[in-house]
């Protein structure tokens, strides 16, 4: 893999591909992306998707260890270990608590530590990058192997689709670790949906390789556009920028024209590897999801972006459902449910948030951004609420000047998209503090008086209820 993608390189280095690849500052990553992820998927298809289980799970490891080595050279240790320890708990204790917080804790310490001796002030592609997405495979599957050992009728209907009945063998999870459609930068799926593409049944003829190429190239060329729009934008619109007297000097107006654009243009960033590797996903069948109520063939189980609702939403948690979406899932279905315990949702969220920020890194601005996606989420639906709740403000919305209402949303959103990214892209508190206090802390300032103000408004523009009404409600 490693002469393949040098060779090819020197091939295409004046392309308009590479410049893109190289503009982007991590080229091993695209590369494996671009040049290995489909031809492995395609030699799948035509010379595996017959074979043994054993042989395609022999094929998924050493196709995955080579892209591994290929971007992280002797680091591949990393994952290896964990994969073989995660496997020795599955084994050792079973089907147990002790087994889901032994792994949970194991695997959390383990890219934690990572974080600390490899961390810096700079994005950079370690491989503690493509470990966290690896981390949440393993939690997952010691979660959805003690689900297994439940009674059906105990298990929610997310649980049922991924819960184990069997003990996986060490070949059978180093082949769903290493699965390169999903090693480097997810998406996130189950052992069970792994289990079903080996045995042939992710494809729209059963027991024959899908007819997914054209759905897949779909996505590839859409990974393409975006990839380019951040390749030409991207430069223009950096991090850095933030952080120089420039833009220190700039008005109020200017700063925050300047978020807006850029928050858009460097989202596409991780918008286009999410295509470009759902559409290996598709080629290799693993995106099959089955039919829609139409009956038409679908191929979104491994989509991690909506490219549609991204674009046109005028809500924070419409670009939330939007974006990321199979990790989201994962922390939905793994952490937020499962915290049902608690007996408050917002506590639930309040701590699901928690994680993701942990997971993400130790750096204060993970901390910062969920912490706002927190706050920025609960105001939204406060406000949905009033909107829906308010004869007026249902007909605005439902009039002739919804259009205006609508632009001014997008702009809003877009904006305030862009305020807590600031601190999940510059990561030390003495960075993200100094473009917040350039900026007046005006988002914090915004919805904190939007919080304030909220119950207020809901007073003026909510109709009270009647008696009669209130004891028939």
Avoid at 12 to 35: D, E, G, R, T
Avoid at 276 to 288: A, D, N, Q, R
Avoid at 289 to 306: I, L, P, S, T, Y
Wanted: charged content about 15%; aromatic content about 18%; glycine content about 6%.
């Amino acid at each position: 893999v490693h002469f393949y993608c040098k060779s090819v390189l020197n091939e295409i280095q004046n392309s308009f591909v590479y410049s893109c690849i190289a503009s982007c500052h991590v080229p091993n990553l695209f590369l494996s992306v671009f040049l290995v992820g489909y031809p492995f998927a395609l030699v799948y298809r035509w010379f595996f998707f017959h074979q043994s289980a054993t042989v395609v799970h022999l094929f998924h490891t050493f196709s995955g260890l080579a892209l591994a080595t290929f971007n992280f050279g002797s680091r591949v240790c990393h994952s290896f270990l964990c994969i073989v320890i995660q496997f020795l708990l599955l084994r050792l204790m079973g089907r147990t608590v002790t087994c889901v917080l032994s792994s949970f804790i194991f695997q959390m310490i383990y890219l934690l530590m990572g974080y600390y001796y490899t961390a810096t002030e700079e994005y950079d592609i370690k491989w503690t990058m493509p470990h966290c997405v690896l981390a949440l495979k393993l939690i997952g599957l010691a979660l959805d192997y003690y689900d297994g050992g439940k009674e059906q009728v105990s298990l929610s209907a997310d649980q049922k689709k991924s819960a184990l009945n069997s003990t996986p063998s060490l070949l059978e999870v180093f082949g769903f670790s290493y699965f390169y459609g999903g090693f480097l930068v997810g998406p996130q799926f189950t052992l069970q949906n792994y289990q079903h593409l080996v045995s042939r049944e992710m494809s729209d003829v059963p027991g024959q390789p899908p007819n997914s190429v054209v759905p897949a190239m779909k996505r590839f060329g859409l990974g393409l556009i975006t990839l380019s729009v951040f390749a030409i934008g991207g430069p223009h619109y950096s991090d850095s920028y933030y952080l120089t007297d420039e833009f220190e000097a700039h008005p109020f107006w200017y700063k925050c024209v300047y978020m807006l654009v850029w928050v858009k243009i460097n989202l596409y960033k991780y918008i286009s590897c999410w295509l470009i590797t759902e559409g290996v996903c598709i080629l290799s069948g693993l995106g099959y999801n089955g039919k829609n109520e139409k009956g038409e063939h679908q191929w979104d189980a491994c989509a991690n972006v909506r490219l549609w609702l991204f674009e046109t939403t005028p809500l924070f948690t419409g670009t939330i459902n939007s974006f990321n979406i199979n990790t989201n899932a994962w922390v939905a279905r793994q952490v937020f449910k499962r915290l049902r315990f608690l007996g408050n949702k917002l506590l639930s969220q309040m701590f699901t948030l928690l994680f993701l920020a942990v997971w993400h890194g130790l750096h204060s601005g993970y901390l910062i951004c969920f912490s706002l996606e927190f706050i920025i989420v609960n105001v939204e639906r406060q406000a949905e609420t009033l909107v829906r709740d308010s004869p007026l403000l249902t007909s605005i919305a439902q009039s002739h000047l919804y259009p205006f209402v609508y632009v001014v949303q997008q702009l809003i959103h877009w904006l305030f998209m862009g305020y807590p990214l600031v601190p999940f892209c510059l990561f030390t508190y003495d960075k993200w503090l100094k473009v917040y206090s350039s900026i007046y802390f005006s988002g914090h300032i915004f919805f904190f008086i939007a919080f304030l103000v909220l119950p207020y408004l809901r007073k003026v523009f909510v109709p009270r209820k009647r008696g009669s009404e209130k004891k028939e409600d």
